[in-house]
């Protein structure tokens, strides 16, 4: 487990990470080769929809062979280049023990590093990583998963009593499903308007479009409609390794159940298309009760899933600049989740440690 740490004074040397008891896993830079087996945003044409500097960073062993990848993708504003992973480490050909993830983060850091980047921001909420690299600003984070490998039946019975409820209600007032690209307007319209509802700020329609163009077929979009009137919606990101839930919204006052409705009949879709896991993306550990974030977590726990929990982690590299974003991030989102869950980190690793005793 990594400690943490300001990340500003530690500089982690190549050779380093030949630790006693660890296994040596060294980042570099590899070929995209993606296919529908891995999360889609490993895929090349998503990566190229957030960003025009992107790549892999692969893992390999000390026989030269790889273990893992992990995406990557280059935010850049005025006078500021941060890194941001797209998902969590991908192991390949069998399972990445926990040191070899360690050292392959660690060995990730010096490569960013040397690359003239400012800092490592937190990673897009889809990912939560087992473990997190020396010196990392770290935080607990969760997600909630489904198997869709199981007959219908199976899934119906695993969403919670109160939710199948809702679920048939909203289906016998009328409430019904459209599926398609053509309801990217709508859909960015509710997803929009429920962000500003909360005073956050959503991207723009053309930054939409060009995701949703640039997945092409692996994405859907789904909106629920009451006698013509949009409803609730979600934009959902799919391989066969996985469905993402990814962006959601809502009327005020949507009739009650039709974003149940949604996440159902896309759990039924996507089962038919043979996708492995419906990934309804990240919850925060242990939030407030009663708060916003706790709604959330229920949400998601209504629906099934297992709860897979593990770290979010960003790293500064240049202290003035990590300011700034930090400035920013405050003023925009009231801080980044990593600052904002970061005070749950040592509850977390002592209940990970008495668990696993």
Request: net charge positive; with cysteine.
């Amino acid at each position: 487990m990594g400690t943490e740490g300001s990340g500003f004074d530690q500089v982690i040397q190549g050779d380093s990470l030949a630790l006693a008891g660890r296994n040596s896993v060294k980042a570099q830079r590899v070929k995209i080769d993606w296919h529908a087996e891995l999360p889609i945003y490993a895929c090349e044409s998503y990566l190229k929809a957030v960003s025009d500097d992107y790549g892999w960073i692969g893992g390999t062993d000390e026989s030269g062979k790889l273990r893992c990848i992990l995406p990557y993708s280059i935010i850049r504003k005025p006078l500021i280049r941060m890194v941001r992973f797209r998902v969590e480490t991908i192991p390949l050909g069998g399972e990445l023990a926990m040191d070899e993830e360690e050292s392959f983060l660690d060995s990730t850091v010096t490569f960013f590093r040397s690359t003239g980047a400012d800092m490592i921001i937190p990673p897009t909420t889809n990912s939560v990583f087992r473990t997190y690299p020396r010196g990392a600003l770290a935080a607990p984070y969760s997600t909630y998963i489904i198997d869709l490998q199981v007959d219908e039946g199976t899934l119906w019975t695993n969403i919670s009593r109160s939710y199948r409820k809702d679920i048939r209600g909203a289906l016998s007032k009328g409430v019904t499903i459209q599926s398609g690209i053509e309801q990217a307007d709508i859909a960015h319209r509710l997803v929009r308007d429920t962000y500003k509802r909360s005073g956050l700020p959503f991207m723009s329609f053309k930054s939409f479009q060009r995701l949703l163009a640039g997945l092409g077929e692996n994405a859907k979009l789904l909106v629920a409609y009451d006698q013509g009137i949009p409803q609730s919606c979600t934009a959902f990101h799919f391989s066969k390794h996985s469905a993402y839930a990814v962006h959601g919204g809502s009327i005020a006052g949507a009739v009650p159940g039709a974003m149940k409705l949604v996440q159902w009949e896309a759990m039924r879709i996507f089962r038919e298309l043979g996708v492995r896991r419906f990934n309804l993306m990240g919850a925060r550990v242990h939030p407030e009760k009663g708060s916003k974030q706790e709604g959330i977590l229920l949400f998601k726990q209504h629906f099934g899933g297992k709860p897979v929990q593990g770290y979010i982690w960003k790293y500064p590299f240049h202290p003035l600049k990590y300011s700034l974003y930090r400035l920013a991030a405050r003023l925009l989102w009231g801080g980044d989740i990593v600052d904002t869950e970061r005070h749950k980190l040592q509850d977390f690793i002592d209940r990970d440690v008495n668990r696993g005793a």
